[in-house]
């Protein structure tokens, strides 16, 4: 756990919220090291003692930090106290107080807003959208997934939420954790959990039943994996809940209740009556639904006695497929009761057999791959693949050997242009970390490029030789990151003793590879991993070290599409043995902002602290 001391908000890093937080944040205090430097930024600028004139303001907002149509001087203005204007005889000029009223202002940080407001028009495939994979420990989640089981009799000591109570509640997920691990889709809004001042998932565990008596209620849990609650807010765009199912019948029906109870108005529907798509909607279209991802079939079996019991018979996959990976069995096939296959409107999930089946043609179709069975498939149809996700929505999830609940690398399945890379939450590894730069103060949902979209070039939708290597242009970089000083650098986990840290930061660049483009087979199968990039300073000392302007580059590095391409920073405590990651940084690469900055540092689980380096950053692209 960082230093206590260091942790200002209670925001968790890996679905941008944390990032969001820190990107609002003035700093308040400066540290000796850190003054000294800002100091000698402010007379290389001035170029005299008579403070910085308005054009000199100007040059510098405009040629070194490259920040278009800003008024240099309003961002100069002191705001009175020690130092303010220059009694010189150019009396107008800003001193250096003026200056810091900029560099400890939000329009410092490295980590620039999102290049344009989000444009909700589009359909849903041509969006990159958070998503999380059987995890129920953190937040900003906005493709959710959910392990349904059979559940036990409720006992008579577990009364239902009041009616009053349930109008104060909003949408979540619980899982409550007792003797019989009974649980139930409840809402619970007092503390949302999503938005960029995000709190850690609520420990409260309301329940809803659907009905007057003790019928049993099914459960929410993740077989082989400890998981407890967590609440997800009432979000402007929509949230997919995606349900694999395990239960009966009659406990697929209390799901139907509970859902139809709980999330009441936000639910979409197909049922007789209702508009059966035709193409997919847009964001825009959903703003404030609930979409549930489920099993879905062509072919309906005989009717039952009512539409309540009539089955469709599909076969298990995503988890179910995880669990067969350990077993080394053959998943069996599921009932699912059609009332909940039509809450499923536009994401019916199918098996996956090829891109070639007939349900891929369905407008609201969704696959959900394991990372092992998309990557085979990038060997063999790899412009398909990508065509298909232009156009259609594709879910990613990691192996099911992963029994530490590590991740995948989603910048590969992003580049191939998958739009839900579910991730492990509980873990800030290099995946989460990715996850963090991609997302930061979105929302959960990013525009895709261009070219990755499916009305980009009409005439690319059914040319087949267009894939990932010619739907946008590939640039080569040159990076050069001078880091000057930290300060309230975070402290590795177990750690206390802010003067024995020994902090040096790695720079590590996230980019596509050839192999990728390609379709030729990918070093590590898609598995996290460091940059392919790499570069560290020596090693300081304390937890306000000075770097003494050391330099970082990447010079010649090609292939970059800058939506897709990541910069991490990691400072780590050199010490005898594992060097400890004391706190980090992840940017995407289109919103590294150029000059002089500072990087807000998350800790090493992923929690928003005090921690800045201060560094200035040359890119180049060409």
Known sequence: ???????????????????????????????????????????????????????????????????????????????????????????????????????TSPAFNALGPPPRELDASYPLSHYFISSSHNTYLTGHQLCLEIDVWDGQPMSESQSPVAEEDKSRLRPSVIMRRSSNATSRASRDGSKPTDSPNASKASQASSEISSTANSRPEPRVLH??????????????????????????????QAMVDIMRDVWKGLLLDDSPGHDVPSMLATPGDLRGKILVKAKCAIQNTPSQASDAVSLLTVESSSSSDEVSERRHEKAPKKKMLKALSRLAVYTKAFRFSSLYQPEAL?????????????????????????????????????????????????????????????LNWQSC????????GMFAGTGGWVLKPPGYRSEACPQRDTDKSIGQASAVAHKSLDLTITVFA???????????????????????????????????????KGRSKEGQYKRKTKSRKTAHPEFKGESLEFLGIPGVVEELT?????????????????????????????????????DAEGGVSKGLLLVKIRKYLY
């Not at 100091?39 to 070194?64: P, V, Y």
């Not at 010189?88 to 810091?100: H, I, P, R, V, Y």
């Not at 590894?429 to 963090?436: P, V, W």
């Not at 902090?503 to 590590?508: G, L, R, S, T, W």
């Open 566 to 602: 990541f910069l991490r920073f990691k400072i780590r405590d050199d010490k005898i043995g594992k060097d400890e990651l004391a706190a980090w940084a992840c940017i995407r690469l289109d919103r590294l902002q150029h000059g002089y900055r500072f990087i807000h540092l998350l």
């Open 362 to 422: 369905i407008p609201s179709h969704v696959f959900s791959l394991s990372e092992k069975a998309l990557m085979d498939l990038h060997e063999t149809h790899a412009t398909d693949l990508f065509s298909h996700n232009k156009k259609f929505l594709m879910r990613v999830y990691p192996k099911g050997l992963r029994i530490s609940s590590s991740n995948l690398d989603p910048s590969v399945f992003w580049r191939k242009g998958v739009q839900m890379v579910a």
């Open 223 to 252: 077989g082989y994996t400890l998981t407890k609650e967590i609440t997800f807010r009432e979000v402007d765009l929509p949230v997919i809940v995606s349900l694999e199912v395990h239960a009966s019948l009659e406990q697929q």
């Open 1 to 103: 756990m960082a230093h206590p001391s260091n942790i200002i908000l209670d925001a968790q890093a890996g679905g941008g919220a944390a990032s969001a937080a820190m990107s609002t944040r003035k700093v308040d205090v400066l540290t000796a090291v850190m003054s000294r430097h800002l100091k000698h930024i402010f007379n290389a600028i001035a170029g005299s003692d008579h403070g910085i004139d308005e054009s000199e303001a100007r040059r510098f907002i405009q040629d070194i930090q490259r920040e278009q149509d800003v008024d240099a001087r309003r961002m100069f203005v002191d705001s009175g106290g020690g130092g303010g204007s220059s009694s010189s005889s150019k009396g107008s000029n800003m001193a250096f107080n003026g200056f810091l009223n900029y560099v």
């Open 486 to 524: 930290g300060q309230d650098v975070p402290l590795p986990d177990r750690d206390d003793k802010p003067d024995g840290l020994r902090p040096y930061v790695k720079c590590e660049l996230h980019v596509e590879t050839s192999e990728e483009r390609t379709g030729e087979a990918i070093k590590g």
């Open 429 to 436: 590894d290099e995946g989460m970390m990715l996850n963090e």
